[in-house]
C-alpha cells in the first residue's frame, strides 16, 4: 500500500512539474512571437491551431486567429514561425503523385503544433497546472475529450522528425457536402502511400477506401495509425499507437 501511495505521489509531481514548466515555455514562446511580429498576430495564428485541428478542418482557417486577416499577411508569418521550430506545416496536395512539392495548394494548409506536450497545455489552457489529474486522466485515455487531432498531431510530429514533409490531400463526395480526407501523404520511390489516424474505430476508413480506388496504380502501401495491436490485413498496414512505430513506415 505504501509503495503504491509513493508511487502515485510521484507521478502526481511529476505531472504537476511537466505542466508548470509547459506553460512556461508557452509563455518564451509568445514573448518570441511578439518579436516576429508587433501586432500579435503570430501568437493568434499559434493559439488557432489546437481549434482549426479540434474542429477537422479541412485547412487552417483565418478568420480563427483574427477577423478580417489577409491569406499574404499570414503566409509571411508562417517561415519565420516554421525557423523558429514552434509549429510544423501540412500542405494541400493537389495531385498526389511522388511530385507532391510541385503540387502543393500554398494557399491551402494545416498547421500543427511542433510539441505535442504543449499541445495539451494548451489544450486545458484555462486549468490550473495543479490540476494535474487532466494531464493523467488524458494520456490514459480516461478524459471525455476527442484524441483524434492529439494523434494526428503526434503523427505529424514523428513524421516530420523522420525527414518526411507534410501533405494531406481531400476529395469532395458524391453522396453529400461532406469531404473526405486522407491526413498524410508520403512519396516513397514512384509511390505514394496515403496514411489515415483513426482515435476511434479503425475498421471504418472511407477516405482511405475511396482513395485507394482513385489513384490505385500510385500507391505503394495503405496505413491505418490506430490504438489497438498492428496487423496487415486486406492490404493495410494498421499501425498502432504508441507511436514508436511510424518512424518505420
Known sequence: MLKSSLKNEFKSYILINFAHTSKEIIDLYEEDFVKIDGTGLAGDIYDAILANLSGNASRYVLSTAREGIRANRVRELIPDMLSSFTINIAYHANNPNVGMAVE?????????????GLFITLAFKDKDFTDNMIYSKLLSNKLDTNLGYVYENIVAQMLLANGNNLFYYTMDSDSSNRLYEIDFLLSIGNKICPIEVKSGNYRSHKSLDLFSTKFSSRIKEKYVIHTKDYKSENGIQYIPIPIYMVPFI
Do not use: H, Q
Not at 495548394?105 to 503544433?113: A, C, G, H, T, W
Open 104 to 116: 502543393k495548394d500554398i494557399s491551402r494548409y494545416k498547421l500543427f503544433f511542433s510539441d505535442v
